[in-house]
């Protein structure tokens, strides 16, 4: 018995017709979003301890993290923070029995993702606003 070359296999169906949706990327995005909720509450927990006892290391995260890559990491991680609760909020939605329809689920799925990046535009312009 001797095997076939390898192209001249049969390529399963699904790959030409197969597309991403926003439900698909949306569930992705919410486990990403979740694994980067943790590690910027790692960093939440360094930062508060580092502030209580130990001074060199919070001058060091406060640099850090008032550099323009921290900044970056908050604000990703404020967008993070926005978007796992638009899409938590979806879920529980979901899990009242509405929403399943293909034309509400793309619809919600894109309300998701607008309200999480307006939400976090508004708390880095008001966090941002001069004191008064």
């Known amino acids: 018995m001797h095997a076939a070359p390898q192209d ?6 699904h790959l030409g017709i197969y597309r991403w949706q926003i439900t698909m990327a949306g ?18 927990v360094m930062w508060l301890w580092a502030a209580a006892y130990d001074a060199h290391f919070y001058q ?17 991680w404020t967008l993070a923070f926005y978007y796992h609760l638009c899409n938590g909020i ?25 309200s999480a990046c307006a939400l976090t535009a508004l708390t880095w312009c008001i966090a941002t606003l001069p004191e008064l």
């Not at 060091?60 to 990703?76: E, N, S, T």
């Not at 979806?90 to 607008?114: E, K, N, Q, S």
Request: net charge positive; aromatic share 12%.
């Open 90 to 114: 979806r879920h529980l939605v979901w899990d009242m029995g509405y929403g399943f329809t293909l034309p509400v689920a793309r619809r919600t799925g894109w309300l998701v993702v607008i």
């Open 27 to 44: 569930s992705i995005l919410h486990r990403m979003t979740g694994v980067a909720l943790y590690a910027g509450a790692a960093v939440l």
């Open 8 to 13: 001249s296999r049969p390529l399963s169906p």
């Open 60 to 76: 060091f995260l406060h640099g850090a993290l008032g550099a323009w890559y921290g900044q970056a990491a908050l604000v990703g």
